[in-house]
């Protein structure tokens, strides 16, 4: 009975509906709040980038570009502009998806080290300009964004809202927005994964030749799982810059790519709840090593180092697998 | 009788050394047509080329008449042509059964959307590959490794998972790479057996192998390579009786 | 014209001369164990660094050189034996964030120890600009070449002549055979990883006198090896020299005749043109995939 709960592809959605639902009664004050809408945010974009990295084995070393891409033509459109946020937003996903399926094509024959180093270089090609084009982004001083607004209702953390004959804080309902984006971003991805494409993502990681000769057209499902990912970059893009307020090409750097990835790595390549693990642990981190000031950079480093060496599978595997060896059960799925 | 699989002049080198060089031959349908030669002979390069891994320096490949010289793998598998690895080609980051329905990835017809919101279309067809899978691995001699991890299985029975695998594809053709390497005895009976039951569903098996007995033993027709080059070909009773063959492999 | 022409190839070619050299590094590294070692970069800005601070406590510049060549070579072993090795069966995206990891690591180290300040290096000789056709130079780009190529010439010699070169060249074409016959591959390992650092080291040194020197350095100067060893092809020692060269040059003539601010984009940009035509970039071997 509780065997097949644990197995059910549901499993992880309801621990993490139930991780934010409960959560609230932990968050104290607007600080904590904003934390935890950070995280939910950026875990929604791992969870897309763990579909190109954990599961069809394709490493991106460039993928914060996307994030930036989204979030700068939000700023841009909605404020520069005047346009509404939500067309925006889709209509920003749509030229990310065409800009990773153009570059995706060509690069991603690339393997190994030599897809890094493209990756990587679309990355850095892409923040240069954000950085350098003054007029149209601000450059590196940064930009400001209108609040989130749908059908003229804005969502504005400094503002109080009346639900239901109850006061609500703009922060708490953006916590719930953030949650729901999470919950979804999770449900697609495990959707996908779950499937015959999913299938054939995993068969690229697995054995590309074999892939190959079953007739899976390896090229073609590499470019999409690249668009897809980029896309939820694009759109969380997008939210976490209507939630900030204000972005800087911080967001699309080299250094944000690797935060991003390490994220993966270090949750769990190839499971959900592992990378979303890892997003709150690498974003923990740094709140808890600010006590060590000038230290809080080399212990990083060092955290990150050992926690590869040791479990190189990541967190979460490392952690069920050691669940599992504890509590003598058979070997199943992570989620 | 109709050639499956024609070959004609078909030359491949590496930097300069030919591994396969001017080779001509055809595979006629419903056949298991051998491929021997003693070692670095050429002939899993041959697979590499037929199966469009490789693509030849010189020559001319066609299936059912149709060139198919550059083509893609899975190109080729769309074209039913199917084979399983010398050097096991598992993924093994999934389970066993899910290797197999892999298998059944040009038969799956589901479409981006049907997958985002799992339209009951998905999950039907689904549950047919499901199904079609498990039949598949019993059929093979898996059905014990259903809910296995791939990484978890034996060698022999990877070997047998990847043929399974390979069937899911409905092929017209199937190429087996030394499908017998590294078996027990007891093992390589039951494979001869397989082959067999393949052979009676009409599937045309192209078989690289280098148990002489297993060969000699459900081989229709039979290529020899030496160097790269055709040594002889004939019916197992020919290529037992041929001087050539016999210098060949007994180092002469 | 010719002048300002000359002006910018000597700044790239001095540039350049500091990337190849980064790039032999990865290649070395690369080629011994199939890792891209992201903390390439940091043996550059330890080797500068740790040159200026010890010339701060009042020795002499030779001395402080050879010590701080000295203590990159060391910080090479250590990040093999340490870090690398005891991951040897980890993926390479998991290679690469431990090899990043180690890169934060040594910058916050460095930044404890030496602050996040710029710090000057006087020029190995005379401060006086020499002035080739028009087209000033400074005077420390003399011996960056001087050094750069004396490196390659050694490296040349020391992979050609010697018995520990032929050694790891043969680890790097097979490990499994390299180990049948008796060489001890960890110990290649080591080397691999203690050459590229002194490389590095050295490359830093020669180079900050002209680009001062931080705490932060390592990253850009390392993500601009990695640029020249892709463009050149991994592995490939001609191909690190080539593209060092190549990538230093086209980013001085960026900077010089469109825009300074655009010069690290056309860097990328020209690592994708090669890569797009050249998968496996320009001096790459062709290897037939197995299977």
Same mark, same amino acid.
């Not at chain 1, 993928?63 to 930036?68: D, K, L, R, S, V």
């Not at chain 3, 701080?68 to 910080?75: Q, R």
């Given at each position: ?335 | ?86 050097? #096991?080609? %598992?993924?093994?980051?999934?389970? =066993?059964?899910?290797? $197999?329905? &892999? ?7 589901? *479409? ?48 047998? #998972?990847? %043929?399974?695998?390979?069937?899911? =594809?409905?092929?017209? $053709?199937? &190429? ?7 078996? *027990? ?68 | ?30 080629n011994a164990s199939h890792v891209i070692n992201f903390a390439q970069g940091e043996f550059l800005m330890i080797g500068g660094m740790a040159t200026v601070s010890l010339m701060g406590m009042g020795l002499p510049m030779p001395i402080a050189i050879i010590l701080a060549v000295i203590l990159a070579g060391i910080l090479g072993v250590a990040l093999q034996r340490l870090a690398i090795a005891p991951a040897r ?184 043109l090669v890569l797009f035509f050249m998968p496996r970039g320009m001096f790459g071997s062709r290897v037939v995939e197995r299977v």
């Amino acid at each position: 009975m509780l065997n097949s709960l644990f197995q059910s592809r549901q499993f992880g959605l309801l621990v993490l509906a139930l991780i934010i639902i409960v959560l609230p009664f932990g968050l104290q004050n607007d600080f904590h709040y904003d934390i935890a809408i950070q995280m939910g945010l950026i875990a929604a974009t791992v969870v897309g980038l763990n579909l190109l990295v954990g599961f069809a084995g394709q490493i991106s070393l460039g993928h914060a570009a996307f994030f930036g891409v989204g979030a700068y033509m939000s700023a841009i459109l909605t404020g520069t502009y005047g346009w509404s946020p939500i067309p925006v937003l889709l209509f920003a996903a749509v030229v990310v998806g065409i800009i990773a399926f153009v570059v995706g094509r060509p690069i991603l024959r690339l393997k190994g080290h030599y897809l890094s180093m493209a990756t990587l270089a679309v990355g850095f090609i892409i923040y240069i300009i954000i950085n350098n084009e003054r007029r149209i982004t601000g450059g590196p001083d940064g930009i400001s964004v209108p609040s989130l607004s749908i059908f003229g209702a804005e969502l504005n953390v400094f503002n109080d809202y009346q639900i239901l004959g109850m006061t609500l804080s703009g922060t708490f309902l953006w916590y719930v927005l953030a949650g729901v984006l999470l919950l979804l971003a999770v449900w697609i991805a495990q959707n996908i994964i779950d499937s015959p494409i999913g299938r054939a993502l995993r068969s690229v990681h697995g054995s590309e030749v074999a892939a190959r000769v079953v007739g899976v057209d390896t090229a073609r499902f590499k470019s999409l799982v690249f668009v897809i990912s980029a896309v939820y970059a694009s759109i969380m893009g997008s939210f976490y810059a209507h939630y900030t307020g204000f972005i800087t090409p911080q967001i699309a750097s080299f250094e944000h790519s690797i935060v991003l990835i390490t994220m993966v790595v270090l949750g769990g390549m190839a499971s959900t709840l592992g990378v979303i693990l890892g997003v709150v642990v690498l974003k923990l981190l740094p709140q808890v090593l600010a006590d060590f000031q000038e230290l809080e950079m080399m212990m990083f480093g060092l955290i990150l180092m050992l926690t590869m060496i040791f479990m190189p599978k990541g967190l979460l595997p490392t952690l069920q697998g050691l669940a599992r060896k504890y509590l003598r059960k058979k070997p199943e799925e992570g989620v | 009788m109709s050639a499956l699989i024609e070959v004609t002049g078909l030359d491949k080198a590496f930097g300069g050394v030919n591994a396969v060089e001017g080779l001509s031959f055809s595979v006629n349908a419903g056949q298991v047509y051998s491929v021997i030669g003693p070692n670095g002979a050429g002939k899993t390069t041959l697979f590499n080329l037929i199966t469009g891994i490789y693509t030849p320096t010189k020559g001319e490949i066609k299936l059912r008449g149709e060139s198919v010289v550059g083509l893609e793998p899975n190109q080729l598998a769309e074209r039913g042509m199917c084979r399983t690895f010398q050097n #096991l080609q %598992i993924c093994m980051n999934m389970t =066993a059964l899910e290797n $197999v329905m &892999l298998g059944r990835h040009l038969q799956l017809k589901s *479409n981006f959307l049907s997958t985002l919101f799992r339209l009951p279309s998905m999950l039907r067809d689904e549950a047919a590959c499901r199904e079609r899978a498990i039949e598949l691995m019993e059929f093979v001699g898996c059905g014990q490794y259903v809910n296995t991890e791939a990484s978890a299985m034996s060698y022999g029975a990877l070997k047998r #998972l990847e %043929i399974a695998r390979a069937l899911a =594809a409905d092929p017209k $053709v199937i &190429l087996l790479d030394e499908p017998a390497a590294g078996l *027990n005895g007891t093992e390589t009976a039951a494979l001869e057996d397989l082959i067999r039951k393949v052979a009676q569903q009409g599937i045309t098996v192209v078989l690289v192998e280098h148990d002489m007995k297993l060969v000699m033993g459900i081989s229709d027709y039979l290529l020899v390579l030496n160097y790269g080059r055709k040594l002889a070909e004939g019916t197992p009773e020919q290529i037992r009786n041929n001087p050539d063959v016999i210098a060949a492999y007994l180092g002469g | 014209m010719l002048a300002e022409f000359l002006q910018y190839l000597f700044t790239g070619i001095t540039i350049g001369a500091t990337y190849a050299l980064v790039a032999l590094g990865f290649t070395l590294i690369y080629n011994a164990s199939h890792v891209i070692n992201f903390a390439q970069g940091e043996f550059l800005m330890i080797g500068g660094m740790a040159t200026v601070s010890l010339m701060g406590m009042g020795l002499p510049m030779p001395i402080a050189i050879i010590l701080a060549v000295i203590l990159a070579g060391i910080l090479g072993v250590a990040l093999q034996r340490l870090a690398i090795a005891p991951a040897r069966q980890a993926s390479v995206v998991t290679l690469i964030i431990i090899t990043i990891g180690a890169s934060i690591f040594i910058r916050g180290v460095a930044q404890l120890v030496w602050g996040k300040e710029y710090h000057v290096m006087p020029s190995f000789g005379s401060d006086q600009p020499v002035r080739i056709g028009g087209a000033v130079m400074h005077s420390q780009s003399i011996w960056v070449l001087l050094i750069a190529s004396i490196l390659v010439v050694l490296l040349v010699l020391f992979f050609t002549r010697t018995l520990i070169g032929k050694a790891i060249l043969a680890t790097s074409m097979n490990k499994d055979a390299a180990r049948l016959v008796g060489i001890r591959t960890q110990l290649v390992l080591m080397l691999a990883f203690m050459l590229s650092a002194l490389i590095g080291s050295m490359a830093g040194i020669a180079v900050a006198p002209i680009t001062f020197t931080s705490y932060d350095i390592g990253i850009m100067l390392g993500l601009k090896g990695f640029v020249a060893a892709a463009m050149g092809g991994l592995g490939s020692g001609v191909g690190a020299v080539v593209g060092g060269i190549t990538l230093g040059i086209v980013e001085a003539m960026t900077a010089g005749y469109i825009s300074s601010d655009y010069k690290d984009a056309v860097a990328f940009s020209m690592i994708l043109l090669v890569l797009f035509f050249m998968p496996r970039g320009m001096f790459g071997s062709r290897v037939v995939e197995r299977v």
